[in-house]
């Protein structure tokens, strides 16, 4: 809350990004024919969330800046493993935590923001990121089962809290 208009502007670029990375699993997995639909209509999403960040960015007077890396988001996928199937479990369940820590901050803001457009529009884009959660997870199990998804879940929530209890504290979604 103390620098708004700086989590508007990485807000900005982690909505694109999320678009990009949708579009990646597109490009990396076209024989995974029951995910290609549903991650097209999520980087549609993110990228129509990204227009609305920007237009916020935009009445504010504010720039978008270049992409900056994101050690949070770096921490996770240094932890992705190499091999086709393990890395497509991996980033998925990775899409699935980075999603859910996003839909935690938003309704963190959404609830300290005083009342108005801007805190209807997070309360909006939590329910959002709520869904997106739970669309990475459920595409892990289409491919994975149950045991295999749960093991990386719980892995990659565990490099999650090591993350948060390590990384200093920043103005940004993660």
């Known amino acids: 809350m103390g620098d708004l208009d700086a989590f508007l502007v990485d ?34 999403e993110e990228l129509e969330h990204f227009k609305m960040v920007y237009a916020w960015v935009e009445r504010r007077g504010l720039t978008l800046t270049a992409d900056e890396k994101d050690p949070y988001l770096g921490g996770l996928i240094k932890e992705v493993r190499t091999g086709r199937e393990e890395r497509l479990l991996d980033r998925l369940v990775v899409g699935g935590v980075a999603e859910a820590r996003g839909c ?21 884009i939590y329910r959002a990121e ?27 929530l565990d490099v999650d809290a090591e993350l948060v209890r390590t990384l200093p504290l920043r103005v940004a979604v993660h």
Not at 27 to 44: C, G, N, S, T, W
């Open 11 to 44: 807000h900005a670029a982690c909505e694109r990004k999320a678009s990009a990375n949708g579009l990646s699993f597109v490009v990396r997995y076209p024989d995974r024919k029951e995910l290609i639909a549903p991650m097209i209509e999520f980087a549609q």
């Open 104 to 124: 935690e901050r938003f309704l963190l803001l959404a609830e300290a923001l005083p009342k108005g457009e801007l805190k209807d529009f997070y309360a909006e």
């Open 130 to 156: 709520a869904r997106h959660a739970g669309f990475f997870l459920r595409m892990a199990r289409l491919y994975f089962s149950e045991a295999e998804t749960q093991a990386r879940v719980d892995f990659f």
